[in-house]
């Protein structure tokens, strides 16, 4: 196919060049605007932790990195790939280092080294790099661009040059493309080995992101050589948007899927290349204006967090993806990465689940994987890492045996040139402008800004210690009135907020975004927002659970042994000479100095915060700096402590934690103590998935969702193909069960009405069910916008409480559309049983159906008190009945009505004179309500699930689509027997009358009583305008109704000259008429 794709696509180019120039369209616009580097700057402890940062190897690196400081890119010779992208790397990360923090010693780094590119690395072509003769690769540029765009954005000197250099370099590149990829791809006569392009070719996306940025601020009139070269890239490059997709995805562990998965799909697999893709669809879309690209890029997101996603926000990936396994590592260029693409994608998409990934990431995966200091880091961390040290075997795909200890290059040196970018593009993210006149604070983060909003100039201090305090103070300047909006987390329990200013407008909160606008005018505010922040606990592979609190991840402290050594060379593992590298530059052995095989009970977890929050003269909470630098060891002040126990926990090849023993085998070994639970990134050793123990101790009141514990030793989520729904599932499947239903009943009311004219109450009950129906699809269409098929802890307190009110309403909606079409249903019996019994049987049901639907509907409907408890309290608080009994009780009393009624008409449609084949085809035409019993016990398993989960809106889709399901088959198949008169006017060669009535002549059918005769199945209303003919109906009537009791025979029916368009009822008479109230009453 690729090969194919190389002759196709200069086709395609050329059939371009002759044809009509296409239209130049705009890039679809983000939702929220970037500010430009440099006017946000860190507070707080994000500026001490940045500081020590710059003070550590980043700052460092140009100095004696020999993949920096002798680089090609330098005039050196030194790289660690053919790729060329060890500078790159740094410079990426160091301008925004740099001009965050606006450290002149930083700054003098990147002027330095830009100017030598500039100077240097320029060829006469176009050409930015060392590269000679054919060798040149694209990818390292992509990086360089990284770096010069917001150098542009933050230092004007350099815009001239910078934007003149990347402009050339796009013609060059394009005309590159042009001849078949090159450059990207590949080719027969290459110098390099095809492994080499594989790596672009995955990350194509990322140099799309620049050229969308030369584009929106200096397109020069190149409008359509960008956007040609941005539809070359993504021709050439592999297609993230056909990876994510049902079918293609690996949703499992790889370990438990065959080889060739790896070997055919190694480029969306490798950690990095997903960290980086996980914009790419939303990339796409801003150029090809496919809409589709948004869902694919949520899909990205989600599934790779679910099913490969570690408890602190990363990508489980030690080189390819593996599974959930807590041994598995996450590589740390691989953190940076998903921070930048979270953010990014937030601006883009403006959905709030990627600004929370963001800020998982941030204040968990990538502070957990550096020292306190920032001159080490790992290469792989794992989430349960009681040790760091020479392994005696990897439990990584392709990782050496050091790999998750801490150093200068504990592996491939990626990470050592790439993690330095990490914070200060989150920095340079947390704001961002919506519109012309608001101002978003984006990624929750101690940071000011300083920019123009509405015409005007606006600061904006925020003084807080989030995420480990909930209290965030904003200090704004305003030269014109603005909108200020915070975003709130989606794991957020509630808020206060609050602010002081010279004018007073109405706060809003608008559930889709998650933000908070308020209206501030001119002049100095104040606004004080306070997060309502609990424990959480999050269950994860093997009945382990992951511990949260707001954007913090908890670990099990490790206490450790630490010894230190010089740096050792990744490629033969010895030690570089002593001057090397500055003295700060070591790498690390830590060994555990306390028990790390721990089982907790996570009822009994304690959070402790330092001491309260004083309160300055205004009312405004004064915020008391934290210890810096706060991820050092023992630095953080607040902590949670647990019940637990020693157990057994083997080790996996005698070198790291095995998967745990299963939960019914795990037994103390002593007694049991107060273990210690510190945030993630301040735990160098740590034990992250936490094994649940069946530990007796005394709950706490501490507040916490406690989530069931996955058992799966495979993934923590089921999958698509493991049988979990999702939300878009609930929406197509309800939309489309009720079209048919309304679309059937549309027919049945068009029947009944302009053919048999013979309409009753049935038909109007039926229609009545339709509107009910309808009804249930939007409640769920709804709960699907709020949150259904996402996890309720991720959901905003907002979402949740409207998410449960459209639950609410849906349950005693459904309950009540059951009981209607039952009704229905015993109405439409009643046209054509005759007989006694048989109509007795019909009115007790239609008591039973009718008590069931009141004690069903009341029951939903008041199923707590106040009602409003059902949406406003978490799942299992409140004054609430039990769920499981009322709703298995309305599904054991709809499947007994169900059953009955099912079997009700069969014993008189067997007495009827016709031959077996055709009775067996009436009796399958009513019994096909049967179908609908069946989805009923199908959605027992459904219905266990939601009852009994502290997790409704995970567990919800399921249940709501069977539902739907079975609600709107109730009235399919209450519809299908009214269609006959329909189908015979329409197909006369299949109507009952025309064909095997024929044969049995002088009989009556019993739904639709047309005449089996030879005369063609004329109907009574066409035959009988003789008195005489109406004097022997009359007749025939009151035989039957006389004969009622003993039962009727079919011998007593007296040949008519044809029969009757509607049953034999005491409602109507022969001709299918209603009677009229004037008419006889004719019954016994």
């Known amino acids: 196919m690729k090969a194919f794709q190389f002759i196709i696509y200069p086709l395609s180019c050329l059939t371009g060049i002759l044809a009509a120039e296409p239209e130049v369209k705009p890039l679809v616009p983000f939702v929220y605007n970037e500010i430009p580097l440099g006017k946000i700057t860190p507070n707080g402890w994000l500026r001490a932790e940045m500081e020590t940062e710059a003070a550590g190897l980043a700052g460092h690196l140009y100095d004696f990195y020999q993949f920096v400081r002798n680089s090609s890119w330098l005039g050196g010779t030194r790289e660690y790939s053919r790729l060329n992208e060890a500078f790159p790397y740094w410079l990426n990360g160091l301008v925004p280092l740099a001009y965050t923090l606006n450290d002149q010693r930083l700054k003098d780094q990147v002027h330095e080294a830009t100017d030598y590119l500039l100077k240097n690395m320029i060829a006469d072509d176009g050409w930015i790099g060392p590269e000679k003769g054919g060798y040149r690769l694209i990818w390292a540029r992509t990086l360089i661009f990284f770096a010069w765009t917001p150098l542009v954005d933050a230092n004007k000197t350099y815009e001239e040059p910078i934007v003149t250099a990347m402009h050339n370099f796009n013609d060059l590149m394009l005309s590159m493309l042009r001849n078949n990829g090159t450059g990207l791809i590949a080719q027969k006569d290459g110098v390099l080995d095809d492994g080499y392009y594989f790596w672009h070719m995955s990350r194509v996306a990322e140099t799309i992101v620049s050229l969308q940025w030369l584009y929106d601020k200096y397109p020069r009139g190149k409008e359509k050589e960008l956007l040609e070269s941005m539809d070359l890239l993504h021709h050439y490059g592999y297609k993230w948007e056909e990876w994510y997709v049902n079918g293609t995805y690996a949703f499992k562990d790889l370990y438990e899927l065959a080889d060739n998965v790896t070997d055919d799909n190694f480029q969306f697999l490798h950690g990095v290349n997903v960290g980086e893709a996980l914009k790419a669809a939303a990339v796409i879309r801003r150029f090809t204006h496919n809409d589709s690209l948004i869902e694919t890029n949520r899909n990205g997101f989600q599934w790779s967090m679910d099913y490969h996603g570690a408890p602190s926000g990363t990508i489980i990936a030690d080189e390819r993806l593996d599974g959930l396994q807590p041994f598995y590592g996450a590589e740390t260029c691989t953190a940076v990465e998903v921070m930048f693409s979270a953010s990014w994608s937030y601006r883009a998409l403006g959905e709030n689940f990627y600004a929370d990934g963001a800020e998982r990431a941030a204040y968990n995966a990538l502070p957990g994987a550096v020292t306190g200091d920032w001159w080490a880091h790992v290469y792989m961390s794992q989430s349960n890492q009681p040790f760091s040290k020479n392994l005696s075997w990897s439990p990584f795909f392709d990782v050496n045996t050091l790999g998750q200890t801490y150093g200068l290059e504990p592996n491939y040196p990626c990470c050592t040139v790439n993690h330095p970018q990490g914070l200060p593009k989150f920095v340079q993210a947390a704001y961002a402008t919506v519109g012309d006149r608001g101002l978003l604070h984006a990624l929750l983060a101690p940071a000011s800004v300083i920019t123009e909003v509405g015409g005007g100039s606006v600061r904006v201090d925020c003084d807080t210690n989030y995420p480990f305090e909930d209290v965030l103070v904003y200090t704004i300047q305003a030269e014109k009135p603005f909108d200020f909006y915070i975003r709130q987390p989606g794991w957020a329990r509630g808020y206060t907020l609050s602010y002081s200013a010279s004018e007073h407008s109405e706060l809003s909160f608008d559930n889709k975004s998650s933000l908070h606008k308020i209206p501030l005018p001119a002049g100095n505010s104040t606004v004080m927002y306070s997060i309502g922040t609990e424990v959480r606990v999050e269950p994860r592979v093997n009945d382990t659970v992951a511990v949260y609190r707001g954007a913090l991840l908890y670990a099990a402290e490790v206490k450790a042994e630490i010894s230190t050594t010089g740096p050792h060379n990744y490629r033969n593992l010895t030690l570089y000479p002593d001057d090397y590298a500055p003295p700060e530059s070591k790498d690390y052995v830590m060994l555990n100095a306390s028990e790390w095989n721990i089982a907790v009970d996570p009822s009994t977890i304690k959070y402790h915060a330092r001491a309260e929050t004083a309160m300055d003269d205004g009312d405004v909470p004064k915020i008391e700096p934290l210890p810096r630098p706060i991820f050092a060891a023992e630095a953080v002040p607040m902590h949670m402590t647990v019940k637990a126990c020693l157990i057994e926990w ?273 009796m399958v035409v009513f019994g096909v309500g049967g179908i609908t ?146 008419a006889p009453d004719r019954r016994p």
């Open 650 to 922: 083997p080790l996996l090849n005698q070198s790291t934690p095995d998967g745990p023993i299963p939960l019914k085998e795990r037994v103390c070994q002593g007694e049991v103590f107060d273990a210690k639970l510190i945030p993630y990134g301040s735990a160098k050793l740590r034990m992250t998935e936490i094994l649940v123990g069946l530990i007796s101790t005394e709950s706490t009141s501490t507040v916490m969702i406690i989530l069931q514990p996955r058992t799966s030793h495979l993934s923590a989520k089921r999958s698509a193909e493991d049988g979990h729904a999702t939300g878009t599932a609930v929406v197509v499947t309800s939309i489309t069960f009720t079209a048919i239903a309304a679309l059937l009943t549309t027919l049945r009311v068009y029947t009944r009405i302009k053919i048999s004219k013979n309409a009753g109450i049935d038909d109007w009950l039926v229609i009545a069910c339709v509107l009910i129906s309808t009804g249930v699809t939007v409640t769920m269409s709804e709960q699907v916008q709020y949150g259904m098929g996402k996890h309720f802890s991720t959901l905003p307190e907002e979402s949740r409480i409207v998410m449960n009110k459209w639950f609410w309403a849906s349950t005693w909606n459904y309950a009540l559309g059951l009981g209607v079409v039952k009704l229905s249903i015993l109405f439409q019996y009643l046209r054509f049983i005759p007989m006694r019994s048989y109509r007795i049987a019909c009115y007790v049901l239609m008591v039973l159906n009718a008590a069931c639907t009141l004690y069903g509907f009341f029951a939903c409907f008041f199923m707590c008190n106040p009602v409003y408890d059902f949406w406003e309290k978490p799942p299992g608080e409140g004054n609430c009945l039990d769920r499981t009994t009322i709703w298995y009780s309305m599904a054991g009393g709809n499947m007994f009505n169900d059953i009955v009624i099912t079997i009700l008409p069969i014993p008189p449609l067997s007495k009827l004179k016709f031959p077996r084949l055709q009775k067996i085809i009436l």
């Open 933 to 1078: 019993c069946i989805m009923s016990i199908l959605r027992l398993p459904a219905l266990h699930k939601i009852s009994e989960s502290l997790d409704p809106s995970w567990n919800n889709p399921s249940a709501a689509i069977w539902s739907s399901m079975e609600l709107n088959t109730s009235i399919i198949t209450c519809n299908i027997p009214t269609l006959k008169g329909l189908v015979s006017r329409l197909f006369p060669a299949m109507a009952f009358g025309d064909s095997y009535l024929r044969t049995r002549s002088n009989q009556i059918h019993p739904i639709s009583f047309t005449n089996g005769s030879s005369s063609g199945g004329r109907t009574l209303r066409d035959s009988m305008h003789t008195e005489k003919a109406r004097l022997a109906a009359q007749e025939l009537e009151l035989r039957i109704q006389q004969s009622r009791t003993p039962a009727l025979k079919e011998s007593e029916f007296s040949p008519i000259p044809s029969t009757p368009t509607s049953p034999l009822s005491p409602e109507f008479d022969l001709v299918g008429n209603r009677r009229s109230r004037f």
